[in-house]
Each structure stands twice: as structure tokens, then as C-alpha cells.
């Protein structure tokens, strides 16, 4: 069942779900990236894995392994991380 892949509809961030309480999230603001490691422990980090694993809103896309990588392949050689 993990990992699991998700993506915002206007492609500014990217999500690998590792289990049910832990993912890392890839974000690009403008020339800049980030990348975070979120292991749920409160309320709205919860609730935010169980939304994009149901796809609970048409925001949230399901992507495959490989686009993931291939985004973060992109901030790496593109942009600046911080």
C-alpha cells in the first residue's frame, strides 16, 4: 500500500506517503524548493495525510513513483533549495 504518490492540481507541490502518519513533501516557490519530512503527530498533520490518501479533494492527483522523482530531479537542477 506504501509509498504512495499525490501532487497539487497547479503542480507546486509534490508528496511521497510513506505510511499512514508519515511523508515527505516537495514544494516550489517561484526559484526556490523545499522539501520537509512530516511524521503526524497532531491534528492537522493527520488530517492532511488522510485527505491526500483518499483524495478527499480534486486538488490532491494521484502521480506515479517516477513523476515524483522526476520533479524533484527538476527543483534539484533548476532551482535553488533553502
Not at 6 to 11: E, M, P, Q
Not at 29 to 36: F, K, L
Amino acid at each position: 500500500m506504501f509509498p504512495q504518490y499525490r501532487r497539487l492540481s497547479n503542480g507546486k507541490s509534490y508528496y511521497e506517503i510513506l505510511s499512514e502518519s508519515e511523508m515527505r513533501e516537495i514544494s516550489l516557490s517561484g526559484r526556490r524548493w523545499t522539501e520537509y519530512t512530516v511524521i503526524a503527530k497532531i491534528l492537522p498533520e493527520r488530517l492532511l495525510l488522510s485527505d491526500l490518501l483518499e483524495q478527499r479533494y480534486a486538488h490532491y492527483e494521484l502521480i506515479t513513483e517516477k513523476e515524483f522523482y522526476d520533479f524533484l530531479e527538476h527543483c534539484k537542477t533548476n532551482h535553488f533549495q533553502f
